[in-house]
């Protein structure tokens, strides 16, 4: 039998109410591990997957835990659900927490693989073995929480649900799944929550009673126990405060977004919008994802909107900054409002801000008028305009049908040059840190395989010294602001993070001084087999190499590795960032030839052979 793996997938089409097993060869898992990794190895074996609509019934929308996902290492949780997005036209992936994927490998299944349309709303039951779907026209409308609450009631209190909110039924393309109600954990990123929408599919809901196999339990155990404390002292920051406690220091270092990314200091509003206000005024509680130490989820008291009074999940940094500085508003309230509509909604919390903040330049420049916005004043720091717009975005009501877009599409459909401010990479909102502040991530965002996404390099994490660069190979010197030795710093650290990614294990394990030799000694009590950090690296750039392929095949090269036209030309004029752009052209070249690469950002079959591939 296979140790730290069930070798299940299960598959379930919806067109025809059936459902199979799959068994994937045990080499698979040894290539590739669990999670995004696992699928792109699916990928290889199934390329008409490859390229299809999103809204295509046979696009498969995949839910695959990470190796390590439900064991005892640390952080043991994660779970990608990949798919064709409908907003940058790739194969993607978006990434939850939680006890979803816990829930699922203790139910026996290592993922999930739905294709097919139903011709009505349903949700699918999966308790342990059994396999039910059953119709949801009765939940169709109602948000997430509300969702949630109906199925435990009619299935079990020990289910663990992924719900879309009407955002994914009536196709905003960036439509996110929810998991756990009002714990609100999210797969936000890439419009995966439209994805489900199109498949009349409202929710999958989980029980598991059973737990994974594993070679050396009491091993893990053990090394959990006794690491647990440390990397909670060590991650105390975000422990304490949260995600959000970073804001000032992200305000100092001139990487925090500002005014559509215009502007250099925000002082006085991170100073009222961080962790340790919240944690001083509306919290209420701590919790954790499965097997976390850190327990970084907070809750908060909603003070404001339908749902004044109401205990929610409170907003991490992401959304802080997007409804924050990005959008000049320094009212705490409204940001918390706003994150707890986007995950009752459905809706992505970075795509949602930022079309939202291109839409206030719109107006100031004169491209868009009060008329155009129904009658709302979009300028810069409304907090009226912010809560009234995201109703509007999920509808598809006036203004919010454009919205509903991305920032790609409507600002090609907005015209009069708003491309121009228009922030993305690929089609995907980009995430808030600067690139001018820390300049490695201006190669990892550009090459990314899903676009603007800083959890593909997390590179600031080793320029800021979260990470110790010696851990993963890299002992070389380097400037903040500058050129050399930066696409380095970029390939070994989307490597680790794409072997974080395929263990299922939370990327803030490197708060907590967390190494590739933790994950490999982990990995191999989990399953037996001999690994070691270069073994560790070695999947990472496989797995991203094997994506980055995948994308080749659907036109992608180096015309696509861009940066938004306003963090190409336009310096911070103030803060800890004024003066830099990156010199991007000469970091994809050191890249590409870091990577074995072609000119032109192609993998070539040397290094794809290098790699097993």
């Known amino acids: ?132 779907i059953r119709p949801a026209g009765h939940l169709w409308g109602q948000d997430t929480y509300e969702t949630d609450a109906a199925i435990r009631a009619e299935t079990s209190s020990r289910a663990y649900t992924a719900a879309i909110g009407p955002a994914g039924e009536n196709g905003v393309r960036f439509a996110a799944i929810l998991t756990g ?102 919290w209420v509680r701590h919790y954790a994802c499965y097997a976390c130490p850190i327990h970084c989820g907070k809750e908060v008291r909603v003070e404001t909107g339908p749902h004044a009074g109401s205990v929610a999940h409170y907003p991490e940094y992401e959304t802080t900054a997007g409804f924050g500085p990005l959008c000049l508003n320094d009212d705490l309230a409204t940001i918390v409002l706003a994150n707890d509509q986007c995950n009752r909604l459905g809706l992505d919390t970075i795509s949602t801000s930022s079309v939202i903040a291109w839409a206030m330049e719109a107006f100031e420049r004169g491209h868009l008028t009060k008329e155009d916005a129904g009658g709302l004043d979009l300028s810069w720091g409304n907090t009226e305009a912010i809560i009234s717009l995201l109703p509007m975005i999920v509808e598809r009501r006036g203004i919010g049908g454009m919205l509903a877009e991305g920032v790609q599409r409507a600002s090609r459909l907005l ?53 110790d660069g010696r851990s993963i190979g890299f002992e070389k010197p380097f400037d ?60 990472g750039a496989r797995i991203f190499t094997l994506a980055r392929y995948h994308n080749t095949r659907l036109g992608v090269s180096r015309k696509d590795d861009l940066l938004p036209p306003r963090l190409m030309t336009l310096a911070r004029p103030t803060g800890g960032a004024a003066g830099v752009i990156p010199h991007l052209g000469r970091l994809l070249s050191d890249y590409y030839a870091l990577r074995g690469w072609s000119e032109e950002g192609i993998p070539t079959a040397e290094a794809m052979a290098a790699l097993g591939l």
């Not at 909670?232 to 406690?245: L, P, W």
Request: proline residues 5%; aromatic residues 8%.
């Open 415 to 467: 015209g009069h040059n708003s491309q121009e401010y228009a922030v993305h990479v690929k089609g995907l909102e980009m995430a808030y840190h600067d690139p001018r502040a820390f300049t490695s991530m201006a190669a990892s965002y550009a090459t990314g395989n899903r676009g603007a996404c800083h959890l593909e390099g997390l590179t600031y994490f080793l320029e800021n010294g979260v990470v």
């Open 181 to 282: 109600g009002a714990e609100a954990r999210a797969a936000g990123r890439c419009g995966v929550g439209w994805v489900m929408g199109s498949k009349n599919l409202k929710a999958i809901a989980v029980n598991g009673t059973g737990q994974v196999a594993l070679f050396n339990r009491e091993g893990l155990l053990k090394q959990a126990r006794e690491l647990g404390p440390a990397i909670r002292e060590k991650a105390s920051g975000i422990a304490e405060y949260g995600t959000t406690g970073i804001v000032p220091g992200v305000e100092k270092s001139g990487d925090l977004p500002i005014h559509n990314w215009r502007d250099g200091n925000w002082t006085d509003g991170a100073a009222k919008c961080n962790g340790a206000v919240i944690r001083q005024t509306i």
């Open 480 to 539: 903040p602001h500058g050129t050399e030795n930066k696409a380095e710093i970029a390939v070994l650290m989307q490597d680790f993070m794409y072997a974080f990614n395929a263990l299922g294990l939370c990327k803030f394990l490197m708060r907590g001084g967390v190494t590739p030799a933790h994950l490999a000694e982990w990995t191999q009590l989990a399953t037996g087999w001999p690994l070691n950090v270069q073994d560790v690296m070695r999947t």
């Open 1 to 132: 039998m296979p140790f730290g793996y069930t070798r299940k997938i299960l598959f379930v089409d919806l067109s025809s109410g059936e459902s199979h097993t799959w068994q994937p060869a045990d080499d698979l898992y040894q290539s590739f591990f669990g999670g995004s990794g696992l699928v792109q190895a699916m990928l290889r074996q199934n390329h008409g997957w490859l390229g299809l609509a999103p809204d295509d019934p046979s696009n498969p929308l995949i839910f695959m835990a990470g190796l390590l996902a439900g064991t005892p290492a640390p952080t043991g949780s994660k779970l990608s659900v990949c798919t064709n997005s409908p907003l940058t036209g790739l194969w993607t992936e978006a990434t939850v927490g939680g006890f979803l994927g816990a829930r699922l490998r203790a139910a026996g299944w290592d993922g999930i693989v739905v294709t097919g349309r139903s011709a009505a709303p349903v949700y699918l039951w999966i308790d342990n073995q059994a396999v039910q």
